[in-house]
């Protein structure tokens, strides 16, 4: 087994199956929300479910996280799945409930940190060692929320930005065109990196007050 690092595959499953479920949440979310609101879509499309083979994306969900862990030798694991298709013309009030459609998804990402930091607090000091774990579920839902809060399509921070903005359908599918590059350009350019990076720090803050023994590490 000379020059595998045994450690860096256990910790890449470990997150693998953290980002896995948490991607799972937060499409179903958005489904959720959708049909609570009148837009029977979701559920035709059989996205009223947790279960992962109806959100798996197989580049975005599993190659695209993988390629991160071990390329970036464990710094970062990031991903995405299908999204869920809605239909707004079903929405009472389109621009107000398309907007919580849109802030479900990374809601339930916050919702699922905000657990996972009580209960790695509660179980800290009976188990030290779930530390590794709850801290690695409340970064990589942190990760996500914060992610796809950006205001660059097709994240879900672009559709709450088109609607508040009151931005044309028209103005927004031009956008969208450049939403890949803006997106690459994070991703290669180290002041946007940074940037982003700062942004999920601030999103981390309330997670270190709760639990400082499995976030205080993690910022950048």
């Given amino acids: 087994m000379e020059g595998i690092d045994l450690n860096l595959i ?34 035709m499309d059989g996205r009223l479910t947790l279960n992962p083979a109806s959100h798996i994306d197989l580049f975005g969900t599993i190659l695209f996280p993988f390629l991160c862990f071990f390329f970036l030798h464990g710094r970062l694991l990031f ?20 907007m919580i459609v849109a802030a479900a998804g990374p809601m339930s990402n916050f919702g699922l940190a905000f ?14 060692s779930t530390v590794e774990l709850f801290g690695r579920v409340v970064l990589i839902n942190v990760v996500l929320a914060v ?13 709450l930005m088109r609607h508040m903005t009151g931005m044309s359908d ?24 940074q940037l982003v990076g700062q942004l999920i720090s601030i999103g981390l803050i309330p997670f270190v007050v709760i639990y400082p023994q499995g976030i205080a590490g993690f910022f950048w």
């Fill in 79 to 98: 991903g995405w799945a299908r999204p869920v298709m809605t239909n707004p013309s079903y929405f009472k009030h389109r621009a107000r409930d398309s």
């Fill in 147 to 159: 992610f796809n809060l950006l205001p660059i399509p097709p994240l879900d921070g672009s559709h």
């Fill in 10 to 43: 256990r910790n890449a499953l470990i997150s693998f199956v953290i980002l896995l479920g948490s991607l799972c949440v937060h499409e179903w979310a958005h489904a959720f929300i959708a049909d609570k609101l009148g837009d029977p879509t979701p559920g």
């Fill in 170 to 193: 028209e103005t927004f599918l031009r956008l969208s065109q450049w939403g890949g590059l803006i997106l690459l350009a994070i991703w290669f350019i180290p002041f946007l990196n």
């Fill in 115 to 128: 657990l996972a930091a009580v209960a790695g607090r509660f179980l800290f000091t009976v188990e030290p």
